[in-house]
């Protein structure tokens, strides 16, 4: 989209009537500001939300070396962006330029503004999911500090975890960035102590676990201590659609994430076959979206939440949570869907996160820029890994166990990488080891036909190979199969588990009121669409599971 129309998306200005509407669905109430009075910071949660009667709103970045100007609200304008809806700490503080009057909203108002007022609600949300593209696009925009080695596993675990949660970060790179070492002696942090994440002239946390940084920067929120209709295991597309489906029809919703929304196909950089989206989505965008949709009617959202068990109170599941905590809720929606497989050759545990990785987006795009790199498998998700990586990297050498790209590959994905310059496709081939020092220099190859063997200099594989359900945590109650995909519907009904006179629903798993949906499932569809249309589904089922309560 031009910049120019996002702009005029972003920031609408609203008539007369448009800030009436505010008042009446909102419940605003008329406050005067003085010129220099802050109305919210950068940090601050459960911010305020104002519409500008009269004067000029400020809102300052102030994350950087020195605070710069985003935009200067005028009458008709408002505040705000999705943090409103997700509970997370605003990325901006707004300041009065000048004497003000301004219409102050609370932010679970800002909420029903968007569920009962159609019209003024679309004109708010897509302001808000604008302004949000604009910083992220910006290229100006600091937001958090990441100050830490390429060649760091935990370097890029936080990257990732910041990247994948679609947190406004940047990245200072300890070999490369000139602003380092004075970043590093103004904070009073050796290298040996990298990584470290700071906000504006505060070091936050030095090498903090996902959990402790999410708690400092204000993404995890504490759980509630009640009986949800529903928990949901999973953040990907099954377990987002239930969670839309859910809390618009007034089940009480939790969803457990153990890293971020989006599962597989949030590491998608395009998914060119998903009905409605004829130019394609990123995965990730997709998962935004969905999170969006689903903290707008009321879901709530924990990450990051591993689940370490489950068990049984009476007709209630128990779900056990990394830390102690506990989520109980009536039914059980298990979508944690599937890893994928580790190459079990010399080298491949030892680089994980530094040579060797399973997602290809540009926050691995940027440790390979200009270098040839590896891509093994030979399904959508390898396809799309390496038409993304093309555009980075000198050279992207696909490598197929098989002989026939085809098979296991969309036509569209497989013509296109035949299309693709700087794409080899190398056939019945297979990964030796991977070698390399503190990081990943090199790897071996074989072509299983001829027996040649070859070595390539590389920072990066990247393996697409398989899927591993994600079903450790289950206790025998949820019976699974020979591979560990769970059992559902007449398949669930078999096993000595199932204790109910009825047959089971259609993705009802051996324990009554415990369904599954998504990739874990057995027999399921392995595509984006599937899996959405089965936590719809599972929705169903549970409103007819929980009247027979």
Known sequence: MPERDLRAIAFPRLDEAGIAEVGRCGAASLKRVQAGQTLFRAGDRDFKFFVIKSGEVEIVDPTGETPKTVTVHGPGEFTGDVAHLTGTPSVVSAVAKTDCEVYEVSAEAVRQILNQCPDLGDIILQAFIARRQMLRESGSFTGLRVIGSRYSRDTFRIRDFLAKNRVLFTWLDLEADPQVARLLERFGVSEAETPVVAFGSLLLQRNPSNRQLAEAIGIRRPLEQIVYDIAIVGAGPAGLAAAVYGASEGLSTAVLERIAPGGQAGA??????????????????????????????????????????????????????????????????????????????????????????????????????????????AGNAA?????????????????????????????????????????????????????????????????????????????????????????????????????????????????????????????????????????????????????????????????????GM
């Not at 130019?279 to 990051?304: C, H, K, N, Y």
């Not at 197929?400 to 085809?406: A, E, F, K, P």
């Not at 096993?495 to 990739?519: C, K, M, N, Q, Y």
Request: proline share 5%; hydrophobic share 40%; charged share 20%.
């Open 268 to 377: 998608s950089m395009r998914i060119e076959n998903y009905l409605g989206f004829p130019t394609g989505i990123s995965g990730s965008e997709l998962a935004e979206r969905a999170v969006l949709q689903a903290d707008r009617f009321g879901a709530r959202l924990i990450i990051p939440a591993p689940v370490t068990g489950l068990s049984f109170d009476k007709a209630y599941s128990v779900l056990a949570l990394e830390g102690g905590e506990t989520v109980v809720a009536k039914c059980l929606l298990i979508a944690t869907g599937a890893d994928y497989c580790r190459l079990e050759v010399e080298g491949c545990d030892r680089f994980e996160g530094c040579g060797v990785y399973y997602a290809a987006t540009p926050n691995e795009a940027q440790l390979c820029r200009g270098a040839d790199v590896v891509v093994v498998g």
């Open 383 to 547: 396809g799309q890994g390496a038409v993304f990586l093309a555009g980075h990297a000198r050279k992207v050498f696909l490598l197929v166990r098989g002989d026939d790209l085809y098979k296991s590959m969309s036509s569209y994905l497989a013509r296109r990488i035949e299309q693709t310059p700087n794409i080899e496709v190398l056939y019945d081939t297979t990964v030796l080891r991977i070698s390399g020092d503190t990081h990943a220099r090199s790897v071996e190859f074989i072509n299983n036909k001829t027996g040649e063997k070859r070595t390539l200099m590389t920072p990066a594989l990247f393996s697409f190979i398989g899927a591993v359900p994600r079903t450790d945590w289950l206790p025998p109650e949820i019976e699974r199969d020979p591979k560990g995909f769970v059992l559902t519907g007449a398949a669930a009904a078999q096993p000595s588990h199932w204790t109910a006179r009825r047959h089971p629903f259609l993705l009802e798993t051996s324990r009554p009121g415990a369904f599954a949906a998504g990739d874990v499932r057995c027999g399921s569809v392995k595509r984006v669409a599937s899996a959405v249309g089965e936590g719809a589904m599972a929705i169903q089922f549970v409103h007819e599971y929980l009247k």
